[in-house]
């Protein structure tokens, strides 16, 4: 429709040799690409925001899924020549930023209604993510690619063995669904495992009262040395023991039996002693 060459013409053409560096894995199925995009819901209103589109096959997918506008964050100048050219084949509905993706604020660009979709970067994905919660309220939805590892953290529920920090602080403040596992054959280069897409809805309200970094701080405390009891594992943060009794929660506990409203009661806790 929009006479755009096929994605592996224009890799050559620019020469878009995927860097370890930079945490690239290119994907070319446009039936997986295309999905991705109708994961993401109505794209017709407010703003599409992409991290690290490379050579733009998700790019391409939502605009052809009815994106508004898309807000493409890439860094590599090989990447960002292809990205101007879909962006003349699109007038007027992709902007590109050349920078890196950790010194963006994500949640103060475009117009609200706000999604994330992205295929991100294996070395920042988990980065990127924490820093997009501090402000989750801004977006009305994040549809993100992760190494699988990655997203059954986030959504692994308490006395499991992938519970931990990550999956306090997201559950904390999101509705996580995994949606589809993708291949890791289906890229180029393959990564060395399997990838899977996932739906993070920001709730309403956050599941329990607390303060972010304060929740940060006893999450690292508590699963910093998961082994032991919370007695043990909480004294970097003072008299672990009254912390506990305050929270209601008995000392001989580990962080991995601990629900996210106990570890917000232990902030809490924390932030009324202090």
Known sequence: MTGLPPLREVIARHGLGARKSLGQHFLFDLNLTGRIARAAGDLSVGTVIEIGPGPGGLTRALLDAGARRVIAIERD??????QMEIADAYPGRLEIIAADAMAVDAAGLGEAPRKIVANLPY????ALLLAWLRRVSAFERLVLMFQKEVVDRLAAAPRSPDYGRLSVITQWLC?????FNIDRRAFTP???????????VPRVQPLAPARFETLERV?????????KMLRSSLKPLGDAEALLDAAGIPGTARAEEIPVEGFCALARALDDRR
């Not at 100048?77 to 292809?82: C, L, M, P, V």
Request: hydrophobic share 40%; glycine share 6%; proline share 9%.
């Open 77 to 82: 100048d090989r990447a960002i020549a292809i």
């Open 123 to 126: 070395n920042i994905s988990t």
């Open 175 to 179: 509705d996580v669904r995994p949606l």
């Open 190 to 200: 393959p990564p060395s495992v399997t990838s899977t897409v996932v739906e993070l």
């Open 219 to 227: 999450t690292a405390a508590g699963f910093g040395q998961r082994r």
